[in-house]
């Protein structure tokens, strides 16, 4: 079973600022992997696919690298609406496990 | 438009039986490279993969969860389910459907059921 290691767990930025969220598996999962923004009372929103694809209708201040077991996502210019729980996922494998999650707060 | 809306009880008791039911539109349970999965949140918590059905029946389980769990799907219904055995207050949490799996990932959720187990 791949471990997922999210870091770190909580975040505290600015409205204008760039964060950067990391994963890293157990093992290699290159490229499948995911990353989705969740809110409270709401359903997980796909942002990013393939480690670096763009989900359609995700703003571009979004972005995300990585391969073999270690990746990022890049939040730029930070707007009011993404402070929210971060998650990343792997699905290579036979099971699709997710990262601890990345709680992005106001500074 | 795809979309996904799960169904079941709100409330079980320590040791019942869950069955779950997502109903989907907008895609055909039978097309080439479709996938449901269901996800799970208990409060407070992080988000956990449960199971997955692909088009052809292929079925995946979470390694710690699958003596407990059963996945299936009626094409027919447009409806995939979600069993689980022997349940106990840790498995409470909101349980999510989500279309996908494949190389696209998770792109589709429902809205998510609150399932409380307490006796």
């Known amino acids: 079973d791949i471990q997922m290691t999210q870091s770190p767990s909580i975040l505290s930025a600015s409205v204008g600022d760039t964060v950067t969220i990391t994963c890293r598996a157990s093992?290699?999962?290159?490229?499948?992997l995911a990353w989705y923004q969740h809110k409270p009372g709401k359903a997980p929103k796909l942002l990013i696919y393939?480690?670096?694809n763009l989900q359609s209708g995700v703003p571009s201040r979004f972005s995300g690298s990585g391969s073999g077991t270690e990746f990022t996502l890049t939040i730029s210019s930070l707007q009011p609406d993404d402070f929210a729980t971060y998650y990343c996922?792997?699905?290579?494998?036979?099971?699709?496990?997710f990262g601890q999650g990345t709680k992005l707060e106001i500074k | 438009q795809i979309t996904l809306k799960e169904s079941g009880p709100t409330l079980v008791k320590p040791t019942q039986t869950l069955t779950l039911t997502c109903t989907v539109s907008?895609?055909?349970?039978?097309?080439?490279?479709?996938?449901v999965g269901w996800i799970r949140q208990p409060p407070g918590k992080a988000l956990e993969w449960l199971a997955l059905?692909?088009?052809?029946?292929?079925?995946r389980y979470s390694p710690s969860l699958k003596s407990r769990l059963t996945i299936t799907k009626d094409t027919s219904k447009n409806q995939v389910v979600l069993t689980m055995t022997n349940m106990d207050p840790a498995d409470t949490a909101t349980y999510y459907c989500?279309?996908?799996?494949?190389?696209?990932?998770?792109?589709?959720w429902g809205q998510g059921t609150l399932v409380t187990v307490s006796s």
């Open positions: 907008g895609f055909s349970l039978s097309t080439s490279g479709v996938g």
């Open positions: 996922q792997q699905y290579n494998t036979y099971s699709h496990s």
């Open positions: 093992q290699t999962i290159s490229p499948w």
């Open positions: 393939k480690a670096s």
């Open positions: 989500a279309h996908g799996g494949g190389r696209y990932a998770y792109g589709n």
């Open positions: 059905i692909y088009w052809d029946d292929d079925k």
